[in-house]
Nanobody, 119 residues
Framework: VQLAESGGGLVQPGESLRLTCAAS????????MRWFRQAPGKQRELVAT???????AYADSVKGRVTISRDNAKNTVYLQMNSLKPEDTAVYYC??????????????WGQGTQVTVSS
């Protein structure tokens, strides 16, 4: 089972980015999918959570600016980030609670995608 993030980049303050995380492999079902971020010298922070069918939660630091959504048919989760600030600069990681076809539990992480917000 693998998670692969994409969509990071360099943007100016106030701009938007959409991150994508696709899960692949021997997947039976995915329960919770999450986005974390880690800025240099800081601990990894939970940004947003999506539980099926459509329950979401957000860190206070991004609430109102970020939306997590999911396409279960594609085993993909998205993070739409608007009104980006320099303090949003971090490596963003996808995380998921996956049940494999073999019915094993797998707590998966992606490799991360860099988001840099700078003028």
């Amino acid at each position: 089972v693998q998670l692969a993030e994409s969509g990071g980049g360099l943007v100016q303050p106030g701009e938007s980015l959409r991150l994508t995380c696709a899960a692949s492999g021997s997947i039976f079902t995915i329960y919770t999918m999450r986005w974390f971020r880690q800025a240099p010298g800081k601990q990894r922070e939970l940004v947003a959570t999506h539980n099926n069918p459509n329950s979401t939660a957000y860190a206070d630091s991004v609430k109102g600016r970020v939306t997590i959504s999911r396409d279960n048919a594609k085993n993909t989760v998205y993070l739409q980030m608007n009104s980006l600030k320099p303090e949003d600069t971090a490596v963003y990681y996808c995380n998921a609670d996956i049940i494999t076809i073999q019915r094993a539990e797998h707590y998966a992480w992606g490799q991360g995608t860099q988001v840099t917000v700078s003028s």
